[in-house]
């Protein structure tokens, strides 16, 4: 079983917390293709929550790069892991042929571009963020991002899942 980077990425931020940048966002169950993991929804649903979220892209030009991999966790603020969701995001060709050295170099070295063909639609990866979001973090509470790269993240997000960026407050 491959642990996507997203998540291995995610794991290791959250074992180092300090280094971890807040955003904070607003917020039906969804069936996709990829991984929901864990089912531990508090009794408490004034539990202050973080929606982790790490993605792998083809690069890091928003302009011609596409997202290829998510992985997310939704944790308490003891960073108990409540929820999880990983996916490979299905992508034509033509962005795996036209990565740069290095993105080429890392995704085939972790088995990523393998997956890319088999994986899931951008559209249902979407409806999948929305359904864990809707999940864990009620319409009148804001969903609070957290991750590593968050601010690259956001702008691929705001492009490529547009209604799940605007459940996002920042």
């Known amino acids: 079983?491959?642990?996507?980077?997203?998540?291995?990425?995610?794991?290791?931020?959250?074992?180092?917390?300090?280094?971890?940048?807040?955003?904070?966002?607003?917020?039906?169950?969804?069936?996709?293709?990829?991984?929901?993991?864990g089912d531990k929804m508090s009794d408490d649903e004034d539990v202050p929550r973080l929606f982790w979220i790490d993605l792998e892209m083809s690069g890091l030009y928003i302009e011609k790069e596409v997202i290829i991999e998510v992985a997310a966790i939704v944790t308490d603020f003891d960073f108990h892991e409540l929820a999880s969701y990983s996916a490979v995001v299905k992508q034509p060709q033509s962005f795996i042929y036209n990565m740069d050295g290095w993105n080429s170099s890392h995704h085939t070295e972790s088995g990523l571009i393998?997956?890319?063909?088999?994986?899931?639609?951008?559209?249902?990866?979407?409806k999948a963020l929305i359904a864990l979001g809707n999940r864990f973090f009620p319409d009148d509470q804001p969903i609070i991002l957290a991750g590593n790269s968050i601010a690259t993240d956001r702008q691929f997000i705001n492009k490529y899942f547009p209604d799940f960026s605007y459940r996002l407050h920042y």
């Not at 491959?2 to 180092?16: C, D, Q, V």
């Not at 393998?114 to 979407?126: F, M, R, S, Y």
């Open 1 to 37: 079983v491959r642990i996507s980077s997203g998540r291995l990425a995610l794991e290791k931020l959250m074992r180092n917390p300090q280094k971890m940048e807040l955003r904070m966002s607003s917020n039906e169950s969804v069936s996709a293709k990829g991984w929901i993991l």
């Open 114 to 126: 393998k997956l890319i063909p088999q994986g899931t639609e951008p559209a249902e990866v979407e």
